[in-house]
Nanobody, 125 residues
Framework: QVQLVESGGGLVQAGGSLRLSCAAS????????MGWYRQAPGKQRELVAT???????NYADSVKGRFTISRDNAKNTVYLQMNSLKPEDTAVYFC???????????????????WGQGTQVTVSS
């Protein structure tokens, strides 16, 4: 059973920094990509950043230049370094990954989505 365990959320003043971590376990297959989404009260869940096993990254425009995503493939862990935090970054942050399972047919594969339980990030003004 795949599990995603998140840590690192909390309360910080505007302009401050936080680092989120998410460790994936329970599979012998690869997790690709890994990433972070967030959901603020009354809003839809939105992409924050993703990273592939080849370190290709994708960021939401709202966090570019302030957030950095990275991963340790050996530990199946993804990190989100958040700097210059703003009150509008306040949300529950969810770790997400896709487990990639090779299929029996050549070149085929199955993909399964997993989400973490979420960690609260609150930025005070």
């Amino acid at each position: 059973q795949v599990q995603l365990v998140e840590s690192g959320g909390g309360l910080v003043q505007a302009g401050g920094s936080l680092r989120l971590s998410c460790a994936a376990s329970g599979s012998i297959f690869s997790f690709d990509p890994m990433g972070w989404y967030r959901q603020a009260p009354g809003k839809q869940r939105e992409l924050v950043a993703t990273i592939t096993s080849g370190d290709r990254t994708n960021y939401a425009d709202s966090v570019k230049g302030r957030f950095t995503i990275s991963r340790d493939n050996a530990k199946n862990t993804v990190y989100l370094q958040m700097n210059s935090l703003k009150p509008e970054d306040t949300a529950v942050y969810f770790c997400h990954t896709v487990e990639v399972v090779p299929g029996s047919a050549r070149g085929s594969r199955y993909e399964y989505d997993y989400w973490g339980q979420g960690t609260q990030v609150t930025v005070s003004s």
